[in-house]
C-alpha cells in the first residue's frame, strides 16, 4: 500500500513534468546582428530563451487565442535585396503555421521567404527537414538489411 508521503511525493513529481512539458526552450536570434544566425548555424553563444517566459509578439495577440509559445520557429526574411534569417519562439497552432508565421504588418516592405516551426527544445537551431530526411533514410536502410 502507498503512504501518504509517497502519494504527496509521487503527485509533486507528476506536477513538475506536467508543468516542464509546456515549456519549450529556442535559440532567439537574427542574422543582421548575429553571424552565428545565418545559414551556416553556429549555436555556440547564441542566446537560448525559455519562451514560457517569452512574450508573445504584440501584432499576434489579438489574432490568436494561444498565450504561451508552443514551437520554436525560424524564418527567412528579405528586405531591400537582404536576406534575413530569425530564431525565435513560436507562437500558434504547430499544425497549421498560416497565423503564427505571420510577419509583422507594421513591416510591409520585410519579405517572407519561409518559417519553419518546431516543437523540440532548440530545433531551431537547423534545418527542419534535414534530420527526418537522414531518420528515415537510416530506417529504409535497416529495413533493406533486415529484410
Known amino acids: ?3 501518504l508521503q509517497q502519494s504527496v511525493l509521487i503527485l509533486a513529481a507528476l506536477a513538475a513534468l506536467a508543468s516542464s512539458a509546456y515549456a519549450i526552450n529556442c535559440y ?3 542574422s543582421a546582428t548575429d553571424d552565428k544566425c545565418g545559414e551556416q548555424f553556429n549555436p555556440e553563444g547564441v542566446r537560448k530563451v525559455d519562451c514560457s517566459k ?24 528579405e528586405a531591400a ?18 497565423s503564427g508565421c505571420q510577419s509583422d504588418p507594421s513591416l510591409p516592405f520585410v519579405k517572407q521567404i519561409s518559417c519553419d ?24 536502410l535497416v529495413a533493406r538489411v533486415l529484410y
Not at 54 to 77: D, W, Y
Not at 85 to 98: E, L, M, N, P
Not at 117 to 140: E, H, Q, W
Request: net charge positive; aromatic share 6%.
Open 1 to 3: 500500500m502507498v503512504s
Open 28 to 30: 532567439q536570434c537574427e
Open 54 to 77: 517569452s512574450p508573445m509578439p504584440r501584432f499576434l495577440q489579438n489574432l490568436l487565442s494561444i498565450t504561451n509559445a508552443t514551437g520554436c520557429m525560424k524564418t527567412i526574411n
Open 81 to 98: 535585396g537582404n536576406k534575413r534569417i530569425i530564431r525565435s519562439c513560436y507562437f500558434g497552432d504547430v499544425k497549421s503555421t498560416s
Open 117 to 140: 516551426v518546431c516543437t523540440d527544445n532548440l530545433c531551431n537551431g537547423s534545418s527542419v527537414t534535414g534530420p527526418i530526411a537522414l531518420t528515415i533514410a537510416v530506417f529504409a
